[in-house]
C-alpha cells in the first residue's frame, strides 16, 4: 500500500561512522528526490534521479552518494558522519511531465541522529 | 538560492475559524504546490497548481495560483482540530530544472 517508503525510520550512529537509507516508491514514476528537513523544519533538496541518471546536485558535502539502482529506488549513503549530519531525510518521488514539477510524494521521513 | 517568504510563522485559532497563509517571492514560478506535515511524519500533498490564476480546492482547502505568478495562497475554512501541523509552500522557479523550493512553513494550532 504504502507509496513511498524509506528505512531505516530512525538512525542512530556515531561520527565517522558510514551508513545508508533505503527508499522505494511504487507510484511508478521516474524522478525520485532527497530532501534534507532541519531542526527548523526547513526543507532542501540534495538530489534528484530521473530514470536513474542524476539531474540535481545540490551543494551537498560529498560524502554523501546517491544510487539509484532502477527507477523505483533511491539509496543515500553517508560516509564519516558528522554531527551536522543530524536531520531528518526525506525521499520523495513525481512523475516528469516536461519541464514543469508535478506532485511530489514523500516518505515517511529517517531520524538521522549522529552522536 | 532564490527564497520564498511564507507569513505567518505561525498562527493559533479557535475551532470553528478560517484560516489564510501565504507565499511570496520577487521571482516567477510555474508551479505551487501546498504540503502539510504532522510531527513525525513526511509533508503530505494538499493541492497542486499549475497556471497563473488557477484556484482549486481539496474539501476545506483553496488554494491560488497568483495571477504575477510570484505568490500563492492557502485558506482553510472551519478550522478543526485535526488541522494542526505545519504547512508549507513549495514553487518552482521559472527556469530551475525541475527543482522545488521550500517555504520556511506555517505552524497552525487549533484551539478546541
Known amino acids: 500500500d504504502t507509496a513511498v517508503s524509506q528505512t531505516p525510520k530512525y538512525l542512530v550512529t556515531q561520527m565517522g561512522n558510514d551508513k545508508s537509507i533505503k527508499c522505494e516508491q511504487n507510484?511508478?514514476?521516474?524522478?525520485m528526490y532527497w530532501y534534507k528537513q532541519d531542526s527548523k523544519k526547513f526543507l532542501k533538496i540534495m538530489f534528484s534521479?530521473?530514470?536513474?541518471?542524476?539531474?540535481i546536485n545540490e551543494t551537498v558535502p560529498n560524502r554523501f552518494s546517491p544510487k539509484s539502482p532502477d527507477k523505483a529506488h533511491l539509496n543515500l549513503h553517508i560516509n564519516s558522519l558528522e554531527l551536522g549530519d543530524s536531520a531528518v531525510y526525506f525521499c520523495?518521488?513525481?512523475?516528469?511531465?516536461?519541464?514543469?514539477?508535478?506532485?511530489?510524494?514523500f516518505g515517511p521521513g529517517t531520524r538521522l541522529t549522529v552522536t | 538560492g532564490q527564497q520564498l517568504n511564507q507569513s505567518p510563522q505561525s498562527m493559533f485559532i479557535q475551532e470553528g475559524e478560517d484560516v489564510s497563509m501565504n507565499c511570496t517571492s520577487s521571482?516567477?514560478?510555474?508551479?505551487w504546490l501546498w504540503y502539510k506535515q504532522e510531527p513525525g511524519e513526511g509533508p503530505v500533498l494538499l493541492i497542486a497548481?499549475?497556471?497563473?490564476?488557477e484556484l482549486t480546492s481539496n474539501g476545506r482547502l483553496t488554494a491560488q495560483f497568483g495571477i504575477t505568478r510570484k505568490d500563492s495562497f492557502l485558506n482553510i475554512s472551519a478550522s478543526i482540530p485535526s488541522d494542526v501541523g505545519i504547512y508549507f509552500c513549495?514553487?518552482?522557479?521559472?527556469?530551475?530544472?525541475?527543482?522545488?523550493?521550500f517555504g520556511k512553513g506555517t505552524l497552525l494550532t487549533v484551539n478546541p
Open positions: 520523495a518521488s513525481s512523475q516528469r511531465h516536461g519541464p514543469q514539477v508535478r506532485e511530489q510524494y
Open positions: 507510484l511508478g514514476h521516474d524522478t
Open positions: 534521479y530521473n530514470n536513474k541518471e542524476l539531474i
Open positions: 521571482s516567477i514560478f510555474n508551479t
Open positions: 497548481l499549475y497556471k497563473a490564476g
Open positions: 513549495a514553487g518552482q522557479l521559472e527556469g530551475s530544472n525541475y527543482k522545488l523550493t
